[in-house]
């Protein structure tokens, strides 16, 4: 089935450690998204990718990067420099030149420990 | 600036109640309106989507959402609420052309049985 992976589904991890959490999608879709979500405060987007080999902060992108090497797939890297970590994290994709409705992954969820 | 608001943090209603979840967004000009709903620990799924035409939307188990330009509002709503239907949901918009999706801070829903 079409859609969208995220590994690992839950992740820990020791202060001062860096953690990247994997997102791959097989939906052939060119915009791939990372959102940040903590209760009481919605989706807040990291980075986003609309093609291959580019890619664009987001509204809290201090702390983490990115890379999109491939369509398919779009992995987040949570450095030691992102103060706060401990979050839901979700990836999402849509097509480029479409409406923008987005199709979600299940979500990594990384505790700091 | 661009912005999403849901008026309501949290709502309780009894099953086999009505239902309606506020959405109020800024935008000058004609935006893409969507509804999605999160499970606990869940990605989110879209529940309905306008993007031109009749104003009254149909999405799936059974709910609804009228677009008012006037109002800038895009509300969501159910005759009839189910246990099952008590979930998280979120407003988004995206202005045409632009390349990323804004998202309310939610409205967490609970059901009394």
């Known amino acids: 089935d079409g859609g969208i992976t995220q590994s690992p589904k839950y992740l820990f991890r020791k202060e001062g450690q860096n953690v990247t959490l994997s997102c791959e999608q097989n939906l052939n879709h060119d915009a791939m998204y990372w959102y940040r979500q903590d209760p009481g405060q919605g989706l807040r987007l990291i980075y986003y990718s609309q093609i291959v080999n580019d890619f664009q902060k987001g509204d809290i992108a201090e702390g983490y990067s990115v890379s999109r090497e491939k369509k398919e797939s779009f992995p987040l890297t949570v450095t030691s420099a992102q103060k706060n970590p401990t979050a839901f994290y979700l990836c999402?994709?849509?097509?480029?030149?479409?409406?923008?409705?987005?199709?979600f992954g299940e979500g990594s969820r990384l505790t700091v420990l | 600036a661009q912005s999403v608001t849901q008026p309501d943090i949290h709502i309780t209603v009894s099953e086999g109640a009505s239902l309606e979840l506020r959405c109020n967004y800024s935008y000058g000009a004609t935006p893409y309106l969507f509804w999605y709903v999160q499970s606990p620990g869940q990605g989110l799924q879209l529940l309905l989507k306008y993007f031109s035409g009749d104003t009254l939307v149909q999405g799936i188990k059974g709910f609804e959402a009228e677009f008012k330009r006037s109002q800038s509002s895009f509300n969501l709503r159910k005759p009839s609420v189910h246990w099952s239907d008590a979930a998280e949901y979120f407003c988004?918009?995206?202005?045409?052309?632009?390349?990323?999706?804004?998202f309310g801070q939610g409205t967490r829903l609970t059901i009394n049985p």
């Open positions: 999402a994709s849509s097509d480029r030149g479409g409406t923008g409705e987005l199709f």
């Open positions: 988004a918009v995206v202005v045409e052309g632009a390349q990323k999706l804004v």
